[in-house]
Nanobody
Framework: QVQLVESGGGLVQAGGSLNLSCTAS????????MGWYRQAPGKLREWVAI???????NYADSVKGRFTISGDIARNTVYLQMNSLRPEDTAVYYC???????????WGQGTQVTISS
């Protein structure tokens, strides 16, 4: 069984920063990439950022220049440094892991991020 555990969410004022962490544990998996999604109340889950096993990073337009994804896919760990936070960044943030086996995708339980104006 594979488990992704996130940490680092919380409540901050607009303009502040937070750093999210995610570590995958278990057996029988081999991550191709890991990343972050978020889901705001009443909205669909959306992709935020992704880190590939080759080190390539991609970001949603809404967070470019403000968020930075980092980590070590070989060690099954990914981080999301979030700066210049805005109220519209408020959401539950989910860690995602995609296996080299395309049939396998893993999700964390989510961590709440709330930005006050």
């Amino acid at each position: 069984q594979v488990q992704l555990v996130e940490s680092g969410g919380g409540l901050v004022q607009a303009g502040g920063s937070l750093n999210l962490s995610c570590t995958a544990s278990g057996s029988g998996f081999n991550m191709y990439h890991m990343g972050w999604y978020r889901q705001a109340p009443g909205k669909l889950r959306e992709w935020v950022a992704i880190l590939n096993s080759n080190g390539r990073r991609n970001y949603a337009d809404s967070v470019k220049g403000r968020f930075t994804i980092s980590g070590d896919i070989a060690r099954n760990t990914v981080y999301l440094q979030m700066n210049s936070l805005r109220p519209e960044d408020t959401a539950v943030y989910y860690c995602n892991g995609a296996d080299y086996n395309p049939a396998l995708t893993y999700w964390g339980q989510g961590t709440q991020v709330t930005i006050s104006s």
